[in-house]
């Protein structure tokens, strides 16, 4: 069995500090970088959910989560795209939500 009281959050935590610490990118590139791996693997809105405050916090644009888009569109086409596009929407609905209603979101970028 799992050891501590949250244990997968725990292990996502350490899996994302050995990642930061092993890479020269600038955080807002790390985070766009990432934003495209979310892409390619269809991940769920609460992966896109996970760096939004991050990617805040380091300044990254709407147009540059855009660029992104744009950018692995021709590797991932154009399903792949348009939903994660929605992904990303809702995930912003998600933060939003959460910060009206001051709920905690302290968690490791997965």
């Known amino acids: 069995m799992a050891k501590g009281e949250t ?8 899996i994302n500090a050995v990642s930061l610490d092993r890479t020269d990118l600038d955080p807002a590139s790390l985070i766009l970088v990432r934003l495209a791996a979310l892409i390619a693997v269809d991940a769920p809105s609460a992966s896109y959910l996970a760096h939004i405050g991050p990617a805040a916090e380091f300044g990254v644009s709407v147009g540059q989560v855009q660029d992104v888009l744009v950018a692995v569109a021709p590797i991932v086409g154009t399903p792949r795209t348009l939903d994660a596009a929605a992904k990303i929407t809702e995930a912003l609905g998600m933060a939003i939500d959460v910060a009206e209603t001051g709920a905690d979101t302290s968690s490791p970028i997965p």
């Open 7 to 14: 244990p997968v959050l725990d292990a996502l935590a350490e």
